[in-house]
């Protein structure tokens, strides 16, 4: 069995709490994303976006289908078949509900007509050089583009052709033709090329030069504008980054402070990038050209599963939110000595700061080790803090396999009982006394108002907590779900909690995700016949407010089960649709106090029969 930490004995938790009233935000659905995976598994778990990227976008070019490898194979002119070109990626994802990001090129540079097949157009063919460390055993005439480990200069025309920003409005418009636009329900956004501070290595082959603030901020501007002219309903993403170093500085400047920031205000490259997004808006009459602000999130650990590397994996999560985290890797104080990275507080604050009302988005992130339980605790525990911080979009690079424990962790958050029961979507203040042992996260469900709340034991050993609710009215048990090591191959049932004035006190086994849900109370409604004859009969309703607090509204519905219709209604406003009917409130009888009841009446043509009653509260 994997687990993600070695086991110890039980011990009492930390106190969780959670309280209803406080910190509501709604959690955006796009936090849900994921850059391909199984198509069963993606419907599962309702994904909501789909991240068309990657290095081998940066060349692509829609009107031969073909693209370029870059570094990571061989720098090859690969045409891809229907399925994998953007037209058939746009399509599936389209067809299944699913919301497309759509890479255009920002480079400069596109994949020219070529073969489709052995042997390939190639960036350092060995036709013109023939020494290379080392070459494509399927296509030996393709090499890696480096001789004694040092880069060889390349011709950009050997694969490619010059495209510039009105290649990408081409592109754009091509979309939506064959789509629509975005708010006709084409590709809602558009991605500006991926992660263009390594394209000095990633694809040297066109692009050996550094990138620096100008040359982003330049392509990205103009792009934007071609991209906006196209479809001025579409939004835009940018710059996504790989990661720390191109969040803070140019390819020019390294991974920190240097010449080309001093030139820039000293600001770093994201808050630069933000801000002459802006300037470029106000320039020209404040129409918004970027509308996510987006980079890459790798942790920066191995993926191994060893214990020190599963016990780093948990603690990493807290570089997405927390400023008191150190940095454990090369970016803390054993590296480049960079402060606490807080990142999506930290992006917010520059998004505030240099162009208020851009929407934050990771379209990259992995933590690795989504085949152990030590993967879906992290993998959980970053769902649960997306939600929390406010992220509005987010796809995950590497997508775990169906079966994978980190395939679990979604399944938590999106169809934790097989029937597609879902976390809630407007997060609650949810706090725990050690995060670091069990992280808790808390969200309510507008369709029916239940609180879910999350919690992961990143611990080897079970843990007893008390759970404290505020500002809750609950039906009195709180239903679990567990998914841990103890069974790797579902999420598991268990028997319900009680709940006791606001208090729910549970287990939580050891390496494991723990979903409790906690049903809104209500109202209910009963039924009195008065009188029944032949022709007709008239009934009283009951409705009872069953919650501790009072409520403002109250619906009761209920379907004939023959021929019957009402004829007459007091002290309700009531409407049939056939055999349907719904009686709501009539606005002053709406208010009902805790434990409290009102009346309606009615009078309808034919026998009594038995109805079911549904009552519902309406805010």
């Given at each position: ?78 045409v891809a078949d229907e399925e994998h070109s953007v037209e058939g990626q746009v399509r599936s994802n389209l067809d299944r509900g699913i919301k497309p990001v759509v890479t255009v090129p920002l480079i400069g540079w596109v994949a020219k007509d070529s073969p489709s097949s052995h042997p390939f157009t190639c960036g350092y063919p060995a036709t ?78 066109v692009h050996p030069g550094l990138v620096g603030y100008d040359e982003l901020g330049g392509k990205g501007t103009a792009t934007a504008a071609a991209i906006k002219a196209a479809d001025p309903s579409a939004a835009v993403l940018g710059p996504s980054g790989w990661g720390y170093c191109e969040w803070v500085a140019s390819g020019v400047d390294g ?333 002053w009888n709406g208010s009902i106090g805790a434990g409290g009841r009102t009346t309606f009446g009615f009078q309808a043509n034919g026998r009594a029969a038995p109805l079911t009653l549904t009552c519902t509260r309406r805010e």
């Amino acid at each position: 069995m994997l687990t993600g930490q070695p086991a110890t004995a039980a011990a009492a938790g930390p106190a969780l709490s959670v309280d209803v009233s406080a910190a509501r935000h709604a959690i955006s659905a796009g936090i849900y994303g994921l850059n391909g995976g199984d198509r069963a598994f993606n419907a599962e778990i309702g994904q909501s976006v789909a991240r068309w990227g990657g290095n081998a976008t940066s060349r692509y070019n829609f009107k031969n289908h073909t693209y370029n490898t870059g570094s990571d194979w061989y720098f090859e002119n690969i045409v891809a078949d229907e399925e994998h070109s953007v037209e058939g990626q746009v399509r599936s994802n389209l067809d299944r509900g699913i919301k497309p990001v759509v890479t255009v090129p920002l480079i400069g540079w596109v994949a020219k007509d070529s073969p489709s097949s052995h042997p390939f157009t190639c960036g350092y063919p060995a036709t013109r050089f023939p020494q290379q460390d080392r070459f494509d055993e399927w296509d030996p005439n393709c090499g890696n583009g480096q001789l004694d480990q040092k880069n060889l200069t390349g011709v950009p025309a050997d694969t490619s052709i010059e495209a510039g920003p009105a290649f990408a409005g081409e592109m754009v418009s091509h979309l939506v033709d064959r789509f629509g636009t975005a708010a006709q329900g084409g590709v809602p956004i558009y991605e500006l090329d991926n992660e263009p501070v390594l394209w000095a290595h990633t694809h040297r082959d066109v692009h050996p030069g550094l990138v620096g603030y100008d040359e982003l901020g330049g392509k990205g501007t103009a792009t934007a504008a071609a991209i906006k002219a196209a479809d001025p309903s579409a939004a835009v993403l940018g710059p996504s980054g790989w990661g720390y170093c191109e969040w803070v500085a140019s390819g020019v400047d390294g991974c920190g402070p240097g010449a080309d920031a001093a030139a820039h205000g000293g600001l770093t490259l994201s808050e630069w990038y933000l801000k002459n997004m802006k300037d470029y808006s106000d320039a020209h009459g404040g129409k918004r050209y970027l509308d996510y602000f987006d980079q890459h999130f790798y942790p920066q650990i191995s993926g191994d599963k060893d214990p020190k590397t599963n016990a780093l994996r948990l603690r990493s999560t807290r570089s997405l939110w927390d400023p008191t985290y150190v940095e454990e890797t090369w970016i803390g104080p054993g590296g480049v000595n960079a402060p606490p990275l807080q990142y999506i507080r930290k992006a917010k604050s520059w998004i505030d700061k240099y162009n208020p009302g851009t929407k934050t988005a990771i379209t990259e992130y992995n933590w690795g080790a989504l085949d152990d339980i030590n993967g879906a605790l992290a993998q959980a525990d970053v769902l649960g803090i997306f939600g929390r911080e406010g992220l509005d979009l987010a796809t995950m690079w590497g997508e775990p396999k169906p079966a994978d424990p980190g395939a679990y962790a979604f399944r938590m958050y999106r169809n934790y009982d097989g029937a597609g029961g879902r976390f809630g979507d407007v997060s609650v203040s949810a706090t725990a006394a050690d995060q670091d042992q069990l992280a808790v996260y808390a969200a309510q469900r507008s369709a029916d108002k239940a609180l879910t709340v999350m919690v992961v034991n990143k611990t080897g050993g079970d843990l007893t907590s008390p759970l404290s609710v505020a500002g809750f009215d609950g039906a009195g048990a709180a239903q679990r779900f567990t998914y841990g090591a103890a069974n790797l191959g579902a999420i598991t049932r268990g028997a319900d909690l009680p709940v006791s004035n606001g208090r729910v006190d549970a287990t939580y086994p050891a390496n494991s995700i723990t979903l409790l849900v906690l049903p809104a109370a209500g109202c209910s409604a009963s039924l009195q016949v008065n009188g029944d004859w032949d022709t007709g009969h008239n009934a009283t309703v009951t409705v009872t407010n069953d919650r501790h607090t009072a409520m403002t509204g109250w619906q009761v519905s209920w379907t004939w089960p023959g021929d019957q219709r009402v004829t007459t209604a007091w002290n309700t406003t009531l409407k049939q649709n056939g055999a349907g009917v719904v009686a709501a409130d009539a606005g002053w009888n709406g208010s009902i106090g805790a434990g409290g009841r009102t009346t309606f009446g009615f009078q309808a043509n034919g026998r009594a029969a038995p109805l079911t009653l549904t009552c519902t509260r309406r805010e």
